[in-house]
């Protein structure tokens, strides 16, 4: 039996977004996505084997769609040439903190899906190990950014540098945007420009010392 074409699919993955943020990760059946895109359940079984495989498919589409928009922003940040490269590096994190409203704009369900409904309830423990291992890859990459961003900025791929980093890209957007699902608005997305580029200002914490093997035997 020949799998459905790529639109259908995207119907399928969107009719499953749809049910898990209107009615929370349990309604999210192949039942009730069958029934909410007239596509039988076989057809939703023989495309994504299982439930499992259904829901963690939405789930990376939609964190690739995030972190594709994030990377983006981040690039266009630092390709002029003729900018400082320290600014530029401030104002890729500026832009990568601010990722989440501009993915909230352009992709209104996918952002509520992926930042309003937890995965491990969504996903549950069925899920096929290929998808498991891409969103293993995909939290790889979201710290590889991190990284990124802090070699940029200082230099540095130590773990304070980077926990700045990770501060103002994810911890920030989570309390100045994302709180109670509000969505964001002009106001709150120049608070959070405004609280990154006053962390920026400062300079990270010194690199954690090493502990000596004398020192670790000595606890």
Known sequence: MPRPRVHDLDDILDAAERLAVEGGPSTVTIRAVAAATAV???????????????????????????????????DTALAPASQDGRAAAVDAVVAA????????????????????????????????????????????????????LAGTLWGRADGPAVEVVEACVVGLPTGLLLRGHRT??????????????????LDPPPPRKRQSDNEKGSH
């Open 184 to 201: 964001p608005n002009p106001a709150m997305r120049r608070r959070l420009e405004t609280a990154v580029r006053a962390i920026l200002s």
């Open 40 to 74: 039988s359940n076989g057809a939703i079984y023989h495309a994504f084997g299982s439930r499992g495989g259904l829901v963690g498919r939405a789930w990376l589409r939609a964190a690739r769609r995030f972190l594709d928009l994030q990377q983006a922003a981040i």
């Open 97 to 148: 903190a601010d990722a989440p409203a501009v993915f909230a704009e352009q992709f209104p369900r996918s952002s509520q899906l992926l930042l309003h409904v937890r995965r491990d309830e969504l996903l549950g423990s069925g899920v096929p190990e290929d998808v498991a291992d891409e969103l293993a890859r995909l939290d790889s990459v979201l710290v590889d950014l991190f990284i990124r």
